[in-house]
């Protein structure tokens, strides 16, 4: 029921729905938006968006300074803004110490509007990385610890300029289908990071399971503590034409892709309306351009367990990282 709802999902979506491009009465010269994995992909077109958009100041934050530099050359050349609009910086994120680096250069921003956490891999390779499994690590170890690092820099702001500060990670309808039995253990990490029992065919998708049950639990801590002054919430832009797939090599896929997938630039436009939406976006799954509930086993009553319990267990990781981090929750 789910992998047919997954897959309905991306067929409607790429045969009945057109996405609306980018657009907002609100003036943005005076944001300032992060962006990471913006040198290509969906990252590269949501920041040509951006851009286009009139942004102030645009951080992308990429992995390799001078792709970087040669794709910020390439959005300009394109919206005709000027070189200060967009600045390059260095992110590993799967790296604790790069994240910490980058969090606390941001935190010298004189505001911080928004935050398109882009950057995800997807393999069906078991590899280690900083003791956690790889796609972990990046895709939600990371992602969160990024999160987490910039949440006084986007309190701050919000203080300041009266703007809730957009905290945005793709998902994915994929979350229908990830392995839930992976999620039936003592401690859920250790299992992920156990490659004799580790189900890598369905890993992408179980991150992005984990990304919205963390995204759901911080939106109503936030709410019950009244602590707000963030949005954050989970996009799916859908299947698209980009390099997340790239060791998928076989010609049936290619072929299905061809058919099946948006261009990047369709599916940025999902996540830049994650940025530009409003609060009611907050802590929820979208999927066109709209709230959208997610699978079952996101909002049933197994799943408030296994969220609260998965998200203590990223706490505790996140502090053995950076101590202290949590408490800006």
Same mark, same amino acid.
């Given at each position: 029921?789910?992998?047919?709802?997954?897959?309905?999902?991306? *067929?409607?979506?790429?045969?009945?729905?057109? *996405?609306?491009? @980018?657009?907002?009465?609100?003036?943005?010269?005076?944001?300032?938006?992060?962006?990471?994995?913006?040198?290509? +992909?969906?990252?590269?077109?949501?920041? #040509?968006?951006?851009?286009?958009?009139?942004?102030?100041?645009?951080?992308?934050?990429?992995?390799?300074?001078?792709?970087?530099?040669?794709?910020?050359?390439?959005?300009?050349?394109?919206?005709?803004?000027?070189?200060?609009?967009?600045?390059?910086?260095?992110?590993?994120?799967?790296?604790?110490?790069?994240? %910490?680096?980058?969090?606390?250069?941001?935190?010298?921003?004189? #505001?911080?509007?928004?935050?398109?956490?882009?950057?995800?891999?997807?393999?069906? &390779?078991?590899?280690?990385?900083?003791?956690?499994?790889?796609?972990?690590?990046?895709?939600?170890?990371?992602?969160?610890?990024?999160?987490?690092?910039?949440? $006084?820099? =986007? #309190?701050?702001? &919000?203080?300041?300029?009266?703007?809730?500060?957009?905290?945005?990670?793709?998902?994915?309808?994929?979350?229908?289908?990830?392995?839930?039995?992976?999620?039936?253990? @003592?401690?859920?990490?250790?299992?992920?990071?156990? $490659?004799?029992?580790?189900?890598?065919?369905?890993?992408? $998708?179980?991150?992005? *399971?984990?990304?919205?049950?963390?995204?759901?639990?911080?939106?109503?801590?936030?709410?019950?503590?009244?602590?707000?002054?963030?949005?954050?919430?989970? $996009?799916?832009?859908?299947?698209?034409?980009?390099?997340?797939?790239?060791?998928?090599?076989?010609? +049936?896929?290619? =072929?299905?892709? %061809?058919?099946?997938?948006?261009?990047?630039?369709?599916?940025?436009?999902? *996540?830049?309306?994650?940025?530009?939406?409003?609060?009611?976006?907050?802590?929820?799954?979208?999927?066109?351009?709209?709230?959208?509930?997610?699978?079952?086993?996101?909002?049933?009553?197994?799943?408030?367990?296994?969220?609260?319990?998965?998200?203590?267990?990223?706490?505790?990781?996140?502090?053995?990282?950076?101590?202290?981090?949590?408490?800006?929750?």
């Amino acid at each position: 029921m789910s992998g047919a709802h997954a897959f309905a999902s991306v *067929l409607y979506g790429r045969v009945f729905v057109t *996405l609306p491009v @980018p657009s907002t009465t609100t003036d943005l010269s005076d944001q300032i938006i992060i962006v990471t994995g913006s040198n290509t +992909g969906l990252g590269f077109e949501s920041t #040509r968006h951006l851009s286009r958009l009139g942004v102030g100041k645009i951080i992308m934050a990429v992995r390799t300074l001078a792709k970087g530099e040669t794709a910020k050359k390439e959005i300009l050349k394109a919206t005709g803004k000027p070189d200060s609009t967009i600045e390059v910086w260095p992110i590993d994120m799967d790296s604790h110490d790069s994240v %910490k680096a980058f969090s606390e250069r941001a935190s010298q921003l004189p #505001r911080l509007d928004g935050v398109l956490a882009n950057a995800g891999i997807m393999t069906s &390779e078991f590899a280690l990385s900083e003791n956690s499994e790889k796609t972990l690590n990046v895709n939600v170890i990371n992602t969160f610890l990024l999160f987490f690092l910039l949440l $006084p820099t =986007m #309190r701050s702001s &919000e203080r300041k300029t009266g703007f809730a500060c957009r905290f945005v990670i793709p998902n994915s309808a994929l979350h229908y289908i990830a392995p839930l039995a992976e999620l039936d253990a @003592p401690v859920i990490f250790d299992r992920l990071n156990d $490659p004799k029992q580790a189900i890598m065919s369905g890993r992408y $998708p179980l991150s992005k *399971l984990l990304v919205l049950y963390a995204t759901r639990e911080i939106a109503e801590r936030t709410r019950a503590s009244n602590k707000g002054s963030f949005i954050i919430n989970a $996009p799916n832009p859908s299947w698209c034409k980009s390099d997340l797939g790239r060791e998928m090599e076989s010609s +049936g896929y290619k =072929m299905v892709e %061809k058919i099946m997938a948006r261009s990047t630039e369709e599916g940025s436009r999902t *996540l830049v309306h994650g940025l530009l939406t409003d609060e009611t976006s907050n802590g929820q799954y979208l999927s066109n351009c709209h709230v959208q509930v997610p699978a079952k086993h996101v909002t049933n009553q197994w799943a408030q367990k296994v969220q609260k319990k998965f998200f203590g267990e990223l706490l505790g990781k996140l502090e053995a990282i950076a101590p202290g981090v949590t408490s800006n929750l």
